[in-house]
């Protein structure tokens, strides 16, 4: 299993070019299920995750073709073939498999998805994406390693009990091209869902409310949408990841081709009370960039998560990395996740290259020391991942990162990317050296996803 190894206490400097949304690409690539005709998708993020999204679009008899780097052309020209024995694995590793439902159902009035993988952050169950679907008049079989679905759709009033992004994006495919109108109101408002919407309606889809609470959608009873032509907007998670990883070693970064600034508001404004400095800066005939500065000193902010537009979720463990190189001067900080029950799985690794924290719920509490220092750390997610980097990116001494799987599912040429800033960063092909301290003292830190049937969450009733 190859690992990276990472010689901290380097500056980041230099400029760094952001793909496409991993995020917007794949309810995108499913969303080409509703079209009968060429679907073009420019800005396609290379990643793990794509490939996967991609094999299993084509298990359901679609044709994929990157045709240009990061240009893939998609045709879904016939009703989709059952998936065969053995060929859930193509799905079985992202979540987003689920996403097949609502587009496939709406135009061919029978789907089939296998049970969802995607990372261990929580339980991660799919009443919200059941609920809709069956509102809008489709019977579902859950069985041992598919989700089955038939019928007709039939447009109505969906009001979700929290804006899930996958569900939102599923029941707005659902309704696309379901009989009559459907008035999804507590709908996410992630710009990836936005970015879905004008996607979708490029292929004729008549929509309107994308980026509100409440999107309206003119069904096509049926009838496939067109064919269009979309660029993936950029990834914003990944602008947030390298600019905390600048926050934590000090610098200054460059990052090109980033989306809107309003897009990561709440997130720079917690960035900017840490004391790094977010500038607009427009190369001449270059695409829009943002530099991040961290110069002088780093303060110490408390965050909770929210759905957008508050703190992203997926910028939680990387923004708690960072916070370990504050001032040690700082008050301890609270960070609060409040999406997912589960999302503290890098808290431990942490704790083994000396990062003050403990966890109480969904709480972490964390007392900047000024630094960490380097050690042997394994990856438990994907956003987890990026948050080791960062730590051993600014870490005093060596560290190394195995379980790279996670980091090739959502970071698009890191290494390559990372080495241009100044960084010492390999990947090395065998397993990693073991230096591992004996497990630290985690009971405290051990946030294990509360028992609850499915279904179930802090927030919200039984679907
Ligand atoms: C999407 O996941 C993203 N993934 C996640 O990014 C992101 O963290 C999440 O939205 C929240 O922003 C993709 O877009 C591929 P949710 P999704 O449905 O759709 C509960 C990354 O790192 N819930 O908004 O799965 C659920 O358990 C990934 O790139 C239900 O209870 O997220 C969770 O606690 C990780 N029932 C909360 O809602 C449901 O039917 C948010 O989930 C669906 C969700």
Partial sequence: MSFLRIEGGRNLSGRVSIAGAKNATLPILASGLL?????????????????????????????????????????????????????????????????????????????????????????????????????????????????????????????????????????????????GTTRLRGVAREPEVVDLCRCLRAMGARLEGEGSAEIVVEGSDGEPLEGASHRLLPDRIETGSYALAVAATGGSLLLCDTPPRCDLAVFFEHLQRCGVAVEEEQEEGQQRGLRITREGGFSAVSLTTAPHPGFPTDLQAQFTAAMCFADATSDPVVVTESVFENRFMHLQELQRMGAAVTLEGCRAHLSPQGGLTGADVTASDLRASFSLVIAGLAARGTTTISALHHLDRGYERLEAKISSCGAQIERMPSAAPSRRRAKPSIAALSARPSEKKPGEHPWLPAC
């Fill in 35 to 179: 079209s009968g005709g060429l679907l073009r998708l420019e800005n396609v993020p290379r990643l793990e995750d794509t490939a996967a999204m991609a094999g299993a679009l084509r298990a359901v008899g679609a044709s994929i073709e990157e045709v240009l780097p990061n240009v893939l052309e998609m045709r879904m020209e016939q009703p989709p073939r059952p998936l065969q024995e053995g060929e859930e694995s193509l799905a079985r590793n992202i979540r987003t498999g689920v996403l097949f439902l609502g587009p496939m159902l709406s135009r061919f009035g029978w789907a089939q998805a296998c049970l969802p993988g995607g990372c261990r952050i929580g339980a991660r169950p799919l009443d919200l994406h059941i609920w809709g679907l069956s509102k809008l008049g489709a019977t579902i079989h859950i069985g041992e390693k598919h989700i089955e679905a038939r019928g007709r759709l039939q447009g109505c009033d969906l009001r979700l009990p929290f804006p899930s992004v996958g569900a939102s994006e599923n029941l707005l495919m659902a309704a696309a091209s379901a009989r």
